[in-house]
């Protein structure tokens, strides 16, 4: 029989998506534990910007109210690199769930990374960075032999980044990528310009989308379309594309000029009415051609053209079609001339988790 290895894990960002992991770990925990040859895995760091709980002696730490216990927490905070140090010194392979949107931690990956320890992460700022960082990070796990797994970095729990890298490790050559990769703008287009019926005014819609919850805290962190961006770029890279960052190919931001100085969200929100006139102006426009128009990001990767911004869509394309805040990637390749479309749910707590929790299976599986 096999023995039982152990695996310690420290997760880093206990918000939304790490509070939804953290429940979906449990529950993987415990069906690995009925299971004579698999792995024990161990949380024994958890920690968020002002708290930390940890395990000095490497004993797991009861999943039973983790969340609570975090907030409640005594201990010193530790440093990136004092996690780093204490997972460098585990008794057994460690690794590091980020589930923040940090630059600062996403930078430190490749020495995370050097020391052994995989990374699993929903994380977009390390793989959309520099592309030094990029290939620091790879070349680092390359020569270590860590795990780097990133799948929600791009459409939460959609399998985007594994087919991807499906097709082009089994030899396909990828034409075209092109879709709704943001599901702030998918509902946001979806209500403002409908395949039926009239729609919204913008402003009402970005409000109504604010007050749901699907736009950041200040909706110009969607609207200027550095979100879109940022998964263009991982997504390029992947195709074989050495693009250098998220503003080295055009963006189109639907921040009305007037308003990009503006000092809040809120301000924001009361100023946007006097502009409605411009979206309206580009919806009509595309209604006189039988279109609607919605917010895409392509990737041509013969041509090396990469752009994101608005583009008008027949009433019947699937991209026009989509519901919700549901995503849309669309992958044109030698092997799949009509295209290869994934689709679903792109954002969200639970399904970015899931895709978390999957990456950290594939670790398992090869550590």
């Known amino acids: 029989m096999t023995p039982v290895k152990d695996v310690f894990i420290a997760v880093i960002g206990a918000g939304g998506v790490g509070k939804a992991f953290l429940s979906q770990l449990e529950g993987l925990s415990q069906r690995l534990a009925t299971q004579s040859s698999s792995r024990k895995l161990s949380v024994i760091l958890v920690s968020r910007s002002t708290k930390t709980l940890y395990s000095p002696q490497y004993s797991p730490l009861p999943f039973d109210n983790l969340s ?17 140090d204490f997972l460098a010194a585990a008794p057994a392979k460690s690794i590091l769930i980020d589930n923040t949107s940090s630059q600062d931690v996403a930078d430190q990956y490749p020495q995370v990374l050097a020391k052994g320890i995989s990374i699993v992460t929903p994380n977009k700022k390390a793989f959309s960075g520099s592309f030094k960082l990029w290939q620091d990070i790879f070349s680092s796990a390359a020569a270590s032999g860590a795990k780097v797994y990133h799948e929600s970095s791009v ?27 943001s599901g702030t703008m998918s509902f946001l287009f979806n209500s403002f310009a409908p395949t039926e019926g009239s729609g919204g ?166 550590l």
């Open 68 to 84: 609570t216990k975090l907030a409640d927490s005594t201990q010193q905070t530790l440093s990136l690199t004092e996690v780093i």
């Open 201 to 366: 005014k913008w402003s009402a819609e970005v409000t109504k989308a604010k007050e749901l919850g699907y736009t950041e805290p200040d909706p110009r962190d969607d609207l200027n379309g550095l979100d879109v961006a940022r998964k263009l770029t991982i997504l390029a890279r992947l195709a074989g594309l050495p693009v250098e960052s998220p503003t080295s190919f055009p963006v189109q931001s639907l921040i009305p000029k007037e308003l990009e100085s503006v000092a809040s969200g809120d301000e924001f929100l009361q100023k946007l009415p006097e502009f409605d006139s411009q979206m309206e102006d580009l919806k009509n426009a595309a209604e006189k051609e039988g279109k609607v128009i919605r917010f895409v990001g392509s990737i041509d990767v013969a041509k090396k053209v990469v752009k994101v911004g608005l583009e008008k869509f027949d009433r019947s394309h699937p991209i026009a079609a989509l519901k919700g805040s549901d995503n849309i990637i669309s992958f044109t390749t030698k092997r799949y001339a009509s295209p290869l479309i994934i689709q679903g749910a792109g954002a969200g707590g639970d399904v970015t988790a899931a895709g978390v929790t999957g990456d950290l299976i594939k670790v398992l599986e090869r």
């Open 155 to 181: 459409g939460a729990g959609l399998p985007v980044i594994s087919t991807l890298k499906d097709l082009v490790e089994t030899g396909d050559e990828v034409t075209k990528i092109e879709g709704v990769f």
